[in-house]
């Protein structure tokens, strides 16, 4: 029969472009968000965390946005490079344990 | 260039089988967890140590897994006996726990095949 699995957000963006990742999370209480980027056969990687008493943080090339009115999370990718192709997932902590979205597939084209 | 590491990468199996993961969480951290993911569920949570000690299996099948931590340099996850619909990649993550974040740093996972 057919399989049925978690039907991942896509995002396909040029190279070059910037990207935007969003990420509902449930918990209100949470107090620390992390973003993780994941290629085919390797495990998670962390990327960029934010706490909940800030509403913005920058790394390189990528930024990571809380709006905890709407509990939303976003990843900013800057100059969208082939090499940023993957799966990311945002994750919220609650007493040191994570819990994370469903992910979304960033495809970068050259 | 500290890491997570996991052994086997991968593993197949009959039914039945017992099968042990291995884990060698970043020296000095002192959170562990093991996670399953597949494509139906995502990643779940199975079980989470902390200085060794376990603090949450309730996402883990108890009749069938084990999570141990025989040292501060090993984490272990067994299924005994495995099914089929164990197939999964199963990742360890360390951490530290009392810094100032809570970021876990995940192995390479073992993709396991119960055939």
């Known amino acids: 029969g057919e399989s049925v699995g978690l039907h991942l957000p896509t995002l396909s963006v040029q190279e070059g472009d910037n990207s935007i990742i969003n990420c509902a999370y449930s918990?209100?209480?949470?107090?620390?968000f992390i973003w993780y980027k994941q290629e085919s056969g390797k495990g998670p990687q962390f990327i960029i965390d934010?706490?909940?008493?800030?509403d913005k943080r920058q790394g390189q090339r990528v930024t990571v946005l809380l709006n905890k009115t709407v509990k939303h999370l976003s990843l900013q990718i800057a100059a969208t490079q082939p090499g940023d192709s993957a799966v990311y997932f945002c994750?919220?902590?609650?007493?040191?344990?994570?819990?994370f979205g469903q992910g979304t597939i960033l495809t970068v084209h050259p | 260039d500290a890491r997570v590491t996991q052994t086997p990468r991968h593993k197949v199996t009959e039914m039945g089988q017992e099968v042990t993961m291995r884990c060698q969480p970043i020296?000095?951290?002192?959170?562990v967890f093991w996670y399953r993911q597949t494509m139906m569920q995502g990643l779940e949570l199975l079980a989470y140590?902390?200085?060794?000690?376990?603090?949450?299996d309730s996402g883990m099948p108890k009749d069938r897994f084990s999570a141990e931590m025989p040292d501060a340099t090993l984490a272990t996850l067994k299924i005994q006996p495995s099914e089929p619909r164990d197939s999964a990649v199963y990742f360890c993550?360390?951490?530290?726990?009392?810094?100032?974040?809570?970021?876990?740093?995940f192995g390479p996972g073992t993709r396991l095949t119960v055939l």
């Open positions: 993550a360390s951490g530290f726990s009392g810094g100032y974040t809570d970021t876990q740093y």
């Open positions: 918990n209100s209480a949470s107090d620390y």
């Open positions: 934010i706490r909940s008493n800030m």
């Open positions: 994750a919220e902590s609650y007493y040191g344990k994570l819990t």
């Open positions: 020296l000095g951290h002192n959170t």
């Open positions: 140590f902390r200085n060794r000690a376990p603090l949450d």
